[in-house]
């Protein structure tokens, strides 16, 4: 596959701040019939929820990556931590995401093969990108990092024409 094409392929996993990992990974088995399946040695706590097949499709994050910044934990919708999409194309992505200036931040899971893209959409929903490297000529193997902070002005640049 060309290094120039860049596209979403399909829905990766939702993330959650779970205030009590417990009780939250016991609601995913027993109402929802999912299990707990591998998951990378993240230096926090969490669990990785998916199907018989092994696919991880809720990723659940405990102790204080689950609290907001003023130390509480979120209510409804304000506990999906970020939405992830199986994407080809880094590359191109990265490119993509310099010429709209938009800030991103470039991380690898640890003992994986995949790299991460995380950008905010315009309602500051936080978008993660995952790309397996081993279909990604030419993408780097390190990280490049970055602070990624919503800035609602950045996304001035979508909005459509004036009717």
């Known amino acids: ?12 996993h939702v993330a959650i701040k779970a205030d009590d990992l417990d009780k939250t990974v016991a609601f995913y088995e027993r109402v929802l019939g999912l299990r ?4 990378p040695p993240f230096p926090f706590p969490g669990a990785w929820l998916g199907r018989d097949d092994g696919d991880a499709i809720v ?7 689950a609290r907001e910044e003023g130390g509480g934990f979120a209510r409804g919708t304000g506990r999906v931590d970020h ?35 995380f950008v905010y959409d315009p309602n500051g929903v936080l ?6 490297l081993r279909d990604e000529p030419g993408a ?6 970055g602070e990624l902070r919503f800035d609602p002005s950045l996304y001035a640049q979508f909005a459509s024409p004036p009717r």
């Open 1 to 12: 596959m060309s290094t120039d094409v860049c596209f979403v392929r399909s829905l990766a």
């Open 36 to 39: 707990r399946v591998p998951r």
């Open 59 to 65: 990723h659940l994050y405990g102790g204080e990556r």
């Open 83 to 117: 939405v992830s999409f199986w994407a080809r194309g880094y590359l191109a992505q990265c490119e993509r995401l310099q010429r709209h200036g938009l800030p991103y931040r470039d991380q690898r899971p640890p003992e994986t093969t995949l790299a991460q893209l």
């Open 127 to 132: 978008l993660e990108l995952t790309y397996d």
């Open 140 to 145: 780097p193997a390190a990280a490049r990092g």
